[in-house]
Nanobody, 121 residues
Framework: QVQLVESGGGLVQSGESLRLSCAAS????????MRWYRQAPGKQRELVAG???????DYAASVKGRFTIFGDNAKNTVYLQMNSLKPEDTAVYYC???????????????WGQGTQVTVSS
């Protein structure tokens, strides 16, 4: 089975930084994309940043210039470096991966359990 485990969340003050990690483990043949989503209370889950296996990245407009997504392919891990955090960044952050567990199975989507990020003003 495939597992995505996030870490690095916490409580910080406005303007500070955090780095989130997401490690994929289990049966993994190929990872196509890894993304970070977030969901604030009372709001829909939104895409924050994503990276393809080829290294192409994309960001939500609200975090561009402040957040950076990067990965370690050897460790099947993706990171989200979050700088200049704002109270509106407060949310549960979820890791998402689209991958093939084996060469014979179709690709599928997997989610982590989420990690809380709270930014105080």
């Amino acid at each position: 089975q495939v597992q995505l485990v996030e870490s690095g969340g916490g409580l910080v003050q406005s303007g500070e930084s955090l780095r989130l990690s997401c490690a994929a483990s289990g049966k993994i043949f190929m990872i196509y994309t890894m993304r970070w989503y977030r969901q604030a209370p009372g709001k829909q889950r939104e895409l924050v940043a994503g990276q393809t296996s080829g290294g192409i990245t994309d960001y939500a407009a609200s975090v561009k210039g402040r957040f950076t997504i990067f990965g370690d392919n050897a460790k099947n891990t993706v990171y989200l470096q979050m700088n200049s955090l704002k109270p509106e960044d407060t949310a549960v952050y979820y890791c998402n991966a689209v991958l093939k567990p084996t060469p014979f199975l179709r690709s599928d989507e997997y989610w982590g359990q989420g990690t809380q990020v709270t930014v105080s003003s």
